[in-house]
């Protein structure tokens, strides 16, 4: 049956919508006629149905455990098992049918022994998988290739293999009922559940570009973003047992340095961090100096991408110490890094310096990316630092076209971004505007939606400066979500920032002060420092508003919208001023 995919920001009248959750109610209702869907159980409910994957069996025997146990209880229950999926005094079902386990175990019993065998090697993937995946990774002597396909759609036509056209291709499944059922025979099999495992571990580091073509880790989005996406499960689980359950810290840290740029990419920052985290404290007394140095330069890429350059100074200055004096190319990179991270704390001599020597060494190994890299960087301390714009565009043009030569969308998109700014801030905002549509469509290609939500803000607000108000909010509703999503310092201080300045001229010069303060307060509590081309651009505006109320009422505005926290600030502030015109239209 249909259930919600996630579980968050779903009304309980809105997840009644969906079959599985209305039979669970209706079921649950027949044992406790009290019982409803509402806001404090409707995750659980959900959560539940998803992990029953919607079978009817199941979701009715799960409600039926309403009269004993909270949604929350029986929801952590069946975390840990089917045990709980009892008919209990339900005399009258099938012997087969009294738990889910039995009604999984019966029909499993069933098969024959090759079958069995096929789907117990297959619970060893997560998510969906295509046929080449299982035969590759689930295959044993003697058994061919065209016979494992046989066994596979003999387990489909007995519905324990689930066919899944959700990404536009042939992909398998299996239920999770299904799996936690098998999965757990696999592992009373320790010898070759690690054999799987291990070639679990070869696919997911072909897969993730473990060949060592390029020197940053990065594989082209283009290539090998969306397999990385439907493979992602697998990608944890050889994660975990590598790293988590040392089987193999150092394979595992290869992934990790990898897979860096894909959860920039995506946004899931948070999760980078802790998986590089949990492997850096794995590896760090025995990994060899250069795998050393390349997890220390993967924390760094995602720490500044988080817009921690706390952090990410750090783990620059460890991957520095990490890496043999011959590994040029990383050493360019690092400082590549390094640099960024010193303008956007606004120790801009310091970051002149790095980003120069990374230019340097790059040039002189021809190493094309890294100068890219080192050009669009150090275009930003010359343009946004120093109003040397036009010496900052001839360094982004020189890196866009050798970002578009090596087909880096994802770096080309960003650059492009950097061009616009460049623009905006020396006052050419059409030219602006165009290179910040062709970023933004860079991004919505790449899948890039962190990125995306950055630069519709921005281009919002080049059409605010143009006078195209209800472009600009349009633009700034859409980039709103993405940016709270993907929450990372310097995209939400500028989102507010852009949304005050809407504010400002839609009249409402009093959330326009209070947006300031939150933007203020903001940056404060991430030691961000504004480079001084960027703090001129901001000072006009907030002069304006001073303006318009007086300074005692700017700063009483201002001072409360600097308590606010960004969630705050976006509930009590953004939200309202991106919707003023709809509200002037009821």
Not at 12 to 31: G, N, W
Not at 66 to 78: C, G, Q
Not at 140 to 162: E, G, H, M, N, Y
Not at 545 to 568: D, I
């Amino acid at each position: 049956l249909g259930h919600p995919q996630a579980t968050s920001a779903i009304a309980p009248e809105a997840a009644l919508k969906y079959p599985a959750v209305e039979m669970f109610a209706d079921r649950a209702r027949a044992v406790h006629p009290w019982f409803s869907v509402d806001e404090k159980n409707v995750g659980a409910v959900i959560s539940i149905c998803q992990r029953l994957d919607g079978i009817p069996l199941a979701i009715e025997l799960a409600a039926s455990r309403a009269r004993t146990f909270d949604m929350n209880t029986l929801d952590r229950r069946l975390q840990r098992s089917f045990e709980d999926l009892s008919a209990g005094s339900n005399r009258l079902a099938p012997a087969r049918h009294r738990t889910m386990l039995d009604a999984i175990s019966w029909s499993v019993k069933l098969l024959a022994d090759d079958e069995h065998r096929l789907l117990r090697r297959l619970s060893i993937l997560g998510g969906s998988w295509t046929a080449e995946t299982a035969t590759s990774v689930c295959a044993w002597a003697p058994a061919t290739d065209a016979s494992l396909r046989q066994l596979l759609t003999q387990l489909v036509d007995k519905s324990l293999v689930i066919v899944d056209f959700s990404t536009g291709d042939v992909r398998y499944r299996l239920l999770q009922s299904t799996r936690d059922l098998v999965s757990a025979e696999l592992a009373q099999h320790g010898d070759e559940r690690n054999a799987l495992m291990r070639k679990l571990y070869l696919y997911v580091a072909g897969l993730t570009g473990g060949d060592g073509r390029h020197d940053d880790g990065y594989v082209p989005a283009e290539d090998h973003g969306q397999q990385i996406d439907n493979n992602y499960e697998n990608i944890v689980e050889v994660l975990r047992w590598c790293v988590t359950d040392r089987h193999d810290v150092a394979g595992g840290a290869q992934i990790v340095t990898r897979i860096a740029r894909h959860w920039i990419e995506r946004g899931q920052l948070e999760e980078g961090a802790l998986w590089l985290e949990r492997t850096i404290a794995s590896c760090r007394e025995a990994a060899e100096q250069v795998l050393m140095g390349d997890l220390y330069r993967a924390r760094a890429l995602v720490a500044t991408y988080s817009s921690d350059f706390e952090r990410t100074i750090l783990a620059c200055r460890r991957a520095l110490s990490a890496y043999p004096i011959e590994q040029q190319a990383r050493l360019a990179h690092v400082r590549s890094i390094l640099g960024y991270a010193l303008c956007a704390r606004g120790q801009l001599e310091q970051a002149e310096i790095e980003l120069n020597r990374s230019l340097e060494i790059s040039e002189k190994i021809d190493d094309r990316r890294g100068i890219a890299r080192a050009c669009g960087a150090l275009a930003i301390v010359l343009g946004a630092g120093r109003s040397e714009f036009a010496a900052a565009e001839l360094l982004l043009e020189r890196a866009i076209a050798i970002f578009r030569e090596l087909r880096d969308s994802p770096s080309l998109g960003r650059t492009l971004g950097i061009l616009g700014e460049n623009c905006a801030l020396s006052g050419a905002l059409s030219t602006a505007v165009a290179y910040s549509e062709r970023s933004a469509a860079i991004h919505r290609q790449t899948k890039n939606d962190a990125a995306l939500g950055q630069e519709l803000s921005y281009q919002g607000h080049y059409m605010a400066l143009l006078g195209r108000v209800e472009e600009a909010r349009e633009l700034l509703s859409r980039a709103a979500p993405m940016v709270v999503a993907y929450f990372s310092a310097l995209p939400a201080i500028a989102l507010l920032d852009h949304v005050a300045f809407l504010a400002l001229l839609s009249g409402q010069s009093t959330d326009a002060a209070s947006l300031f303060g939150a933007s203020y307060g903001l940056e404060t509590l991430h030691h961000v420092t504004r480079l001084p081309a960027i703090v001129q651009h901001w000072e006009v505006h907030r002069a304006a508003v001073q303006s318009v109320l007086g300074e005692p009422a700017y700063r009483v505005a201002w001072n409360r919208g600097r308590q606010h926290s960004f969630e705050e600030a976006v509930s009590l502030l953004v939200t309202p001023v991106l919707h003023a015109a709809d509200r002037a239209n009821v």
